[in-house]
């Protein structure tokens, strides 16, 4: 039977969620996290084990909140991202650093606990059900031989933005082919009327198609990516002055230097679903009466 792994990044700190942990805020009638229904769609869809990224100062409400629960119905395990580890060439020079290194080091805290083809998803957001059908079929496909050809499953930004405040989205070109050509992190990306725009700190304005491609950070992945992101976390370290506060090793941005180098190739999956999660405070109500229309609809029970 064919295997793969859902890792869940879940090391966010939710400083914009106004000091709760967000991760860990109920939106189900009966308690149930965002995480629950993710993990409820991948299993439907064929995933039969579960990576949770976090840091080990949330590990005791980790677990009691969902990790002891979910443990009795799919394999788990679990990586720590703390920002201290890193190459040991580089503790002195960061000594001072306190926020984690980003996407990139939160799938390669995970390198001792996969060994199998692997989808990467954050722990707030909702993607439906159909992104994990799409990107289990991708990634157990026996004919996907070729390891440095990777997936991601894009969404619309339209059906990605918040009422609440700016999100950041990896704003993607897909080529004819269906492949993506170019991703760039795009920051402050605000809901406008029937438009979206991007503030720049300059005072400018820029004006973004409401049904561009965007990449929502759910990848698929194969354990011989950690070689690549190993080797790239170490020339970003190098890179950097000495304690940096704030630089990430960001997923999208990684891709896309790979891609621009030609190193790796990136089928696009399509995901029609809206997307929704928790950004913001205020957003969790929108989540909740979304997750009561799916259960209405009999997606859920």
């Known amino acids: 039977m064919s295997k793969a792994t859902l890792v869940i990044m879940a090391a966010g700190i939710g400083s914009r969620f106004g000091g709760g942990i967000k991760q860990l805020e109920p939106v189900g009638p009966n308690g149930e996290i965002i995480m629950d229904y993710s993990i409820y769609d991948a299993m439907e869809a064929g995933f039969d084990k579960v990576v949770f990224v976090i840091r080990k100062n949330l590990e005791k409400d980790f677990k009691e909140i969902i990790g002891n629960r979910i443990s009795k119905i799919i394999e788990v395990a679990y990586a720590y991202q703390e920002v201290e580890d890193i190459p040991s060439q580089y503790k002195d020079r960061f000594h001072n650093r306190t926020k984690p290194w980003g996407t990139g080091q939160a799938i390669l805290s995970c390198k001792d606990v996969i060994d199998t083809p692997f989808l990467v998803i954050n722990a707030d957001d909702y993607y439906g059900k159909e992104a994990y059908k799409e990107s289990f079929n991708y990634l157990t496909n026996p004919e996907n031989t070729n390891h440095k050809e990777i997936?991601?499953?894009?969404?619309?930004?339209?059906?990605?933005?918040?009422?609440?405040?700016?999100?950041?989205?990896?704003?993607?070109?897909v080529n004819e082919q269906g492949m993506l050509s170019d991703i760039v992190e795009t920051k402050n990306i605000e809901k406008e009327k029937d438009t979206a725009v991007v503030k720049k700190a300059d005072g400018t304005v820029e004006n973004l198609d409401l049904d561009s491609v965007v990449s929502m950070n759910m990848w698929g992945l194969y354990p011989e990516f950690m070689d690549t992101l190993e080797k790239g976390f170490d020339e970003f370290l190098s890179g950097l002055e000495v304690d940096d506060q704030k630089s990430e090793y960001l997923l999208p941005t990684i891709i896309g230097s790979l891609l621009d180098r030609g190193e790796i190739s990136v089928k696009v999956l399509k995901s029609v679903d809206k997307w929704f999660g928790v950004t913001?405070?205020?957003?969790?109500?929108?989540?909740?009466?979304?997750?009561?229309?799916?259960?209405?609809?009999?997606?859920?029970?």
């Open 280 to 301: 913001y405070k205020e957003d969790k109500e929108m989540v909740i009466s979304a997750i009561k229309e799916l259960i209405d609809a009999g997606m859920y029970h």
């Open 151 to 173: 997936c991601m499953v894009s969404f619309i930004l339209k059906n990605t933005l918040s009422d609440n405040g700016a999100v950041t989205r990896g704003m993607c070109k």
